[in-house]
C-alpha cells in the first residue's frame, strides 16, 4: 500500500472532505418535532424510513386522482441567505407548491423537501425546515420526509438551496377547471400578502440600482426593513378554497368553475391557462389597490402596467371563476374565512387575440380597463 508524502496513515474521512454525517443526524432529530406537528388522516408523519408513506383511504378519499407539483422560492432565497432571515422562506416553498395543487380541486396531502447546502448548519437548516413545517400546518398537509444534501465545493460559504415536492387528490370527477365556463361568469380575486416569491431577480436588481441596504427602512413600508418587508411570506390559500369548494357544493356543481395561482407571468399569463378557448376575461384594475410595494416597484424600474402584469401578482395571488349566481355567495363564504375578496373582472366571448401563457397555447387573453391603482 503506498503511503502519503508525509509517511502518516490518517484516513481521509467523509468529514474532511466536508460532509459530517453527525450534523445530518442532529438534524433529522432536531425536525422529527417539526414533522410530527403536521400529521393528518392518512400518516403519521414520521420521519427517518427510506420512504414517506401515505394512505389515501385513511384520508377519507372514495376513487381519488393524484395531483403533483414542484417548486422553490427563485431568487428570494437570496435575500434570506445574505441577511440570515430564514424563518418564514419555507412558508414560500409550501406556498408555491400547494396553492397549485388547490387550483385543480386538489386537497393537498403531504409534502417533501430537498434542502442543499455546501456545509450544513443545524442551526439554519432547522429555521428553514421549521418554516416547512409551518407551511404544511397552513395547508393541511403532512411533512413527511425529505433530503439534505451537504456538497462543499458545489455551494459556497452559507449558500443552499430549496426545492418542494407536495402531492395531493381530487375525486375523480371534480378536477378543476371545469368546461362550462362562459361569457357573464365572475373573476373573483383574492388578495396577496406582497410579492410572494416571483419577480425576485428584478426586485434585487432595482434595490440594488436605488443603493438601497437590506437592513435600510423599505422605502414602501419604512416602519420596517426593507429585508423584513421583501420575505414576508406568500399566502398559502388551501383551507379557505377547499372550505368554499366543500361548502358550496363541490368542484362538481358548486359556482367555482376555475382557480388560478398568480405566480410568473402574473394575471397576464396564468388566468388565461384555466380558460377554454370559447372564453376571455376582462379584469378591471381599479377594482383593486395593489400593496405600496408595488408602487415603488413600477416607480424604480420605470415599468408600464403591461410588464407589471405579467411579472408581478400585483396584489391578486388567486383568482376564482364563479358563476354569476353564485358569486355572492362565495365572497360571503370566503369573509367568513378572512379573506378579502374582491370582484375584479368577468369573463366575455374570446377577442381572438391570444396569450402566451404557459403550457397552453390556445388559451385567449386578458384584457384591462383601467390603470393599476395602488394603497
Known amino acids: 500500500m503506498s503511503q502519503p508524502p508525509d509517511g502518516s496513515q490518517k484516513p481521509i474521512t467523509y468529514r474532511d472532505s466536508g460532509v459530517d454525517i453527525d450534523a445530518g443526524n442532529a438534524l433529522v432529530e432536531a425536525i422529527k418535532g417539526i414533522a410530527r406537528a403536521t400529521a393528518r388522516p392518512g400518516t403519521g408523519a414520521d420521519l427517518g424510513g427510506f420512504g414517506g408513506l401515505f394512505d389515501l383511504k385513511g384520508a377519507g378519499f372514495r376513487d381519488p386522482v393524484l395531483v403533483a407539483a414542484n417548486d422553490g422560492v427563485g431568487t428570494k432565497l437570496r435575500i434570506a441567505i445574505d441577511t440570515g432571515r430564514h424563518a418564514t422562506i419555507g412558508i414560500d416553498l409550501v406556498a408555491m407548491c400547494v396553492n397549485d395543487l388547490v387550483v385543480q380541486g386538489a386537497e393537498p396531502l403531504f409534502f417533501l423537501d430537498y434542502f442543499a447546502v455546501g456545509s ?199 383568482i376564482a371563476v364563479v358563476a354569476s349566481d353564485g358569486a355572492d355567495g362565495l365572497v360571503r363564504l370566503l369573509q367568513e374565512w378572512g379573506e378579502q375578496p374582491v370582484i375584479i373582472g368577468e369573463i366575455t366571448p374570446p377577442s381572438g387575440e391570444r396569450s402566451s401563457a404557459k403550457g397552453k397555447g390556445d388559451a385567449w387573453a386578458v384584457t384591462y380597463e383601467g390603470t393599476l391603482k395602488f394603497a
Open 120 to 318: 450544513l448548519d443545524v442551526a439554519v437548516a432547522r429555521d428553514v425546515i421549521a418554516g416547512i413545517g409551518e407551511g404544511c400546518k397552513q395547508a393541511g398537509c403532512a411533512l413527511i420526509g425529505g433530503e439534505t444534501a451537504e456538497m462543499p465545493g458545489h455551494y459556497q460559504g452559507r449558500d443552499y438551496d430549496l426545492a418542494g415536492f407536495a402531492v395531493g387528490a381530487v375525486e375523480r370527477g371534480e378536477i378543476l377547471p371545469r368546461p362550462d365556463i362562459v361569457a357573464g361568469d365572475v373573476v373573483i380575486g383574492l388578495p396577496s400578502s406582497g410579492i410572494h416569491s416571483n419577480g425576485y431577480s428584478l426586485v434585487r436588481r432595482l434595490a440594488a440600482e436605488e443603493r438601497l441596504a437590506w437592513d435600510a427602512p423599505a422605502p414602501f413600508a419604512p416602519a420596517t426593513t426593507l429585508a423584513e418587508a421583501l420575505l414576508t411570506p406568500t399566502r398559502i390559500y388551501v383551507k379557505p378554497l377547499l372550505a368554499a369548494l366543500e361548502a358550496s357544493g363541490g368542484a362538481t356543481d358548486g359556482p367555482i368553475k376555475a382557480l388560478a395561482h398568480i405566480t410568473g407571468g402574473g394575471l397576464s399569463e396564468n388566468l388565461p391557462r384555466v380558460l377554454p378557448p370559447t372564453a376571455a376575461a376582462a379584469i378591471d384594475l381599479t377594482s383593486w389597490p395593489a400593496p405600496p410595494v408595488f408602487a415603488w416597484l413600477a416607480k424604480a424600474g420605470r415599468l408600464p402596467d403591461a410588464e407589471m402584469l405579467r411579472t408581478f401578482n400585483c396584489g391578486i395571488g388567486m
